[in-house]
């Protein structure tokens, strides 16, 4: 039976930086968030996903709401503060594509989520996602931690994908504690190369897969940018290159991974009796969304819609 797919954290705007000719930086407001961009990649790619969050009482708040309703994403839970302005996350974009974040939180509005609400804003969820963002914040994190365990006890899914912007930590040490503790609430953790470390006290991928395991996660992946993704799942595991592509923008790549590879365990049923061509094919589904998402501007805009995504598996 399909699982409903609900992300709590961050929804903001990022201030993406464009090209013009005379040198000055112009910026174009995208929507995003990596929980969002998430729950959004599921719902374009045929799953049922909803949102919990907070946004300011502002026309930014207003157009993630309707940005969430308009790609099929239930805003039931998103929650809207006076206290604060929604989120701003500023990204510049370099020639190869990468990018740099700031922030504009002090506060922001995606730190003022409130626990009871979510918790009653869940419902019926199969899966909860959550990120390291909400972790930066202790009240925010007090907050998405309690709905992870009040998820986690009702039977759903935990699912975590790390996600370090150094400019939201007080320092490094902070940032370690903080993103490891959770581990051990999380069923399903997807990590990239770049974290291994940080996440694991390791570089190589697969000594890191290793690490995950024995915390109690379920089924783990480090993705490797072009190069693909390893994945562990029990005594299985495997690597599944990835596909090449001119590089327009990176930003909701690995959100797109995560989207995409939840909606087919979505769609599985859960991770029960999962087998190693179900895990290939999960993760070379999911190659396939992210690579789509490089080549366009944009987190949320640049997203495949599922037909895409299967004509570019054929």
Known sequence: MKMK???IGEILIDMTQTHSENRIPHFAANPGGAPANVAVAVSKLGGEAGFIG????????????ETLEQNGV???????????????AIVTVDAEGERSFSFYRKPGADTRIDAARAIRDMGDTGILHFGSVSLTD???RDAVVTVVRAAKKAGALITYDPNYRAALWEHEDAAILQMRAVLPLCDIVKISDEETMLLCGVHDPEAALDKLMSLGVRLAVVTLGARGAMWRYGELQGMVPGFSVKVADTNGAGDTFFGS???????HGGIGRLTEDDLNYFV???NKAASITTSRPGAIPAMPELQEVEDGLQ
């Open 74 to 88: 239930s805003a039931e839970g998103l929650q809207v503060t006076k206290d604060a302005n929604t989120t701003l």
């Open 54 to 65: 907070c946004v300011g009482d502002d026309p930014f708040g207003r157009f993630l709401r």
């Open 5 to 7: 797919i609900t992300a």
């Open 284 to 286: 070379r589904f999911a």
């Open 261 to 267: 590879f939840l909606s087919r365990i979505a769609v």
């Open 138 to 140: 202790p009240a925010c």
